[in-house]
């Protein structure tokens, strides 16, 4: 066992080790959760996920935050799942590498799902949802 590894030989190292169903599972959960919310954007009339983070100056905290709330427990499996990983694979955790994972199983899915999922239901259900007054 290696006992210096480098951050991203880590990264790339646990992940091709044990746990490789979490490589499936936890993206799942978060795209999941993301098309969950991007409907529920969509209903709102909100712009998608991603653009409103991108464009919204003023708000893109509080938008963050919130986004963050909805996706914290898949997060914080990733996390320690991930260092848990590290511990068995290389007798250590880096925690930065295990953060980096959480961030790319789980924000980066629920990010373009909750953003597609809005543009898809919005293209769909544009004009369909309000009966002509009669």
């Keep these: 066992m290696a006992t210096d590894?480098?951050?991203?030989?880590?990264?790339?190292?646990t992940a091709e080790g044990r746990?490789?169903?979490?490589?499936?599972?936890?993206?799942l959960m978060a795209i999941l959760i993301g098309v969950r919310l991007g409907i529920v954007?969509?209903?709102?009339?909100?712009m998608p996920f991603l653009k409103r983070l991108i464009l919204?100056?003023?708000?893109r905290r509080e938008l963050a935050t919130a986004a963050a709330k909805s996706v914290l427990i898949p997060f914080v499996l990733?996390?320690?799942?991930?260092a848990f990983l590290q511990f068995i694979t290389h007798d250590r955790v880096r925690?930065?590498?295990?953060?980096v994972m959480g961030?790319?199983?789980?924000?980066?899915?629920?990010?373009?799902?909750?953003?597609?999922a809005n543009r898809i239901y919005h293209s769909t259900h544009h004009g369909h949802g309000h009966?002509?007054?009669a």
């Design 5 to 13: 590894l480098g951050f991203w030989q880590t990264i790339v190292e």
């Design 19 to 27: 746990g490789q169903f979490r490589l499936i599972i936890q993206p």
């Design 41 to 46: 954007d969509a209903r709102s009339e909100e």
């Design 56 to 59: 919204s100056r003023g708000h």
């Design 78 to 82: 990733a996390v320690v799942i991930d």
């Design 95 to 99: 925690p930065l590498a295990a953060v």
């Design 103 to 116: 961030a790319v199983l789980i924000w980066l899915p629920f990010s373009f799902a909750r953003s597609i």
């Design 131 to 133: 009966p002509a007054s």
